[in-house]
């Protein structure tokens, strides 16, 4: 059975900073492995997709990457701003599980 | 492009009344479609999923059930809610295997 966790649960850094987001999970038959970021009371925002044939993507400030061998995936946020933010999800889509989320707060 | 739509964004309902919710999707043509639900503190809990037209699949023993009269429509129901029916529930369609989340409904039964 397919578990994904995230560590750690809740973050919190000064603006400016650098910080990386961690999921792993326990079924390395994986498809993709999808990033989310979710604001109170919203629903979700995709924010970077990596296939099971990728090791990594980018966009913008942020790189995901992806070692199946390991079950491991992480997000790095560049240059952290108090926009950013949010609850950060990870999900092994072709499985549809979640994991809990990390709450991530930028301090101005 | 594609859009989906959820509705209502909040709702409040008594113990043992009915419940719909409705999603659809727009742009897009034979989608998988899923409800989520989202309990305060802990991570989605995937309800349905339904790979075409009158197609659902029920992921847990639950209070709730979903049907898909059109290939673009996807409904959560329930006969009578229960106290531990509260949470956020989330839509979400898929083609193929990347997920995209509805604005969700924050649904308090009292």
């Known amino acids: 059975k397919q578990e994904v966790t995230q560590i750690p649960a809740a973050l919190s850094v000064p603006e400016g900073e650098n910080l990386v987001l961690n999921c792993s999970f326990t079924?390395?038959?994986?498809?993709?492995l999808q990033w989310f970021r979710q604001d109170p009371g919203k629903g979700l925002t995709s924010l970077l997709l990596?296939?099971?044939?990728?090791r990594e993507q980018t966009s913008g400030r942020l790189n995901a990457s992806l070692d199946k061998s390991s079950g491991r995936s992480t997000l790095y946020i560049a240059a952290s701003q108090p926009g950013d933010s949010a609850t950060y999800l990870c999900?092994?889509?072709?499985?549809?599980?979640f994991g809990t989320g990390t709450l991530l707060a930028v301090q101005p | 492009s594609q859009t989906i739509h959820q509705w209502p964004a909040t709702l409040v309902q008594p113990v043992g009344s009915p419940l719909s919710l409705e999603c659809t999707v727009e742009?897009?043509?034979?989608?998988?479609l899923y409800w989520y639900r989202q309990a305060a503190g802990r991570g989605l809990q995937l309800l349905f999923y339904?790979?075409?037209?009158?197609?659902i699949s029920s992921e847990v023993p639950q209070n709730l059930s979903a049907s898909r009269p059109q290939d673009r429509q996807f409904i959560l129901s329930s006969k009578k809610l229960l106290l531990s029916d509260s949470g956020f529930y989330l839509c979400?369609?898929?083609?193929?295997?990347?997920?995209?989340f509805g604005s969700g409904t924050q649904l308090s039964v009292l």
């Open positions: 979400a369609w898929s083609v193929p295997e990347k997920l995209f």
């Open positions: 079924d390395s038959a994986i498809y993709n």
């Open positions: 990596i296939q099971s044939s990728q």
């Open positions: 999900a092994v889509t072709n499985k549809l599980i």
């Open positions: 742009g897009t043509s034979n989608p998988n």
């Open positions: 339904s790979v075409g037209i009158g197609q």
